[in-house]
């Protein structure tokens, strides 16, 4: 794990396993504000919901996570916050994220966690955090970029595991 530099905070974060993934979506809990927009990029398989559960496990959800891959849209509604958790890779166009009318969720009081974001450009929110998943042989790995002045702050926030 590394800081890239103060003023662009970038995390680049090794994930051995399962677990790890799951303590890096944790990591993410104390950050987490309302309106604030992250997006998770990577390959199918590569982590995107395992590290969403992790996030919800530590904010505390002790139901299921599933990818909202045919719903679009999960909400949690937990005791600190709302997190909106949303996957357009079933988008045949961009215009399906209007017309479904999901961009009354960003800027409002939850958090919104993206899968598939390009999918849903121009229209989606920008990332205040971009995550990106890669697959690096039998182990993951994680890529954190702050997109915005507050998103770099938050950034600057996160403990990843060791």
């Excluded at 890779?89 to 939850?110: C, I, M």
């Excluded at 990106?132 to 595991?161: I, T, W, Y």
Aim: net charge negative.
């Amino acid at each position: 794990m590394h800081h890239v530099s103060d003023d662009n905070p970038r995390l680049c974060v090794a994930l051995a396993h399962t677990a790890a993934t799951e303590a890096l979506g944790a990591a993410l809990a104390p950050v987490l504000a309302p309106g604030l927009v992250i997006w998770l990029s990577g390959d199918l398989g590569a982590g995107k919901t395992t590290l969403t559960r992790g996030l919800l496990r530590a904010l505390g959800h002790t139901g299921s996570v599933k990818s909202p891959t045919y719903t679009l849209i999960e909400v949690y509604t937990l005791s600190r916050i709302s997190l909106y958790h949303f996957d357009f890779y079933r988008f045949a166009h961009a215009d399906e994220f209007l017309e479904a009318g999901l961009d009354e969720y960003f800027g409002s009081d939850g958090a919104c966690l993206v899968e598939w974001a390009d999918k849903a450009l121009p229209h989606v929110t920008p990332a205040d955090i971009e995550i990106r998943l890669q697959v690096r042989g039998q182990a993951r790995q994680a890529e954190l970029f702050g997109r915005s002045a507050r998103g770099r702050e938050c950034l600057k926030h996160v403990v990843p595991p060791q």
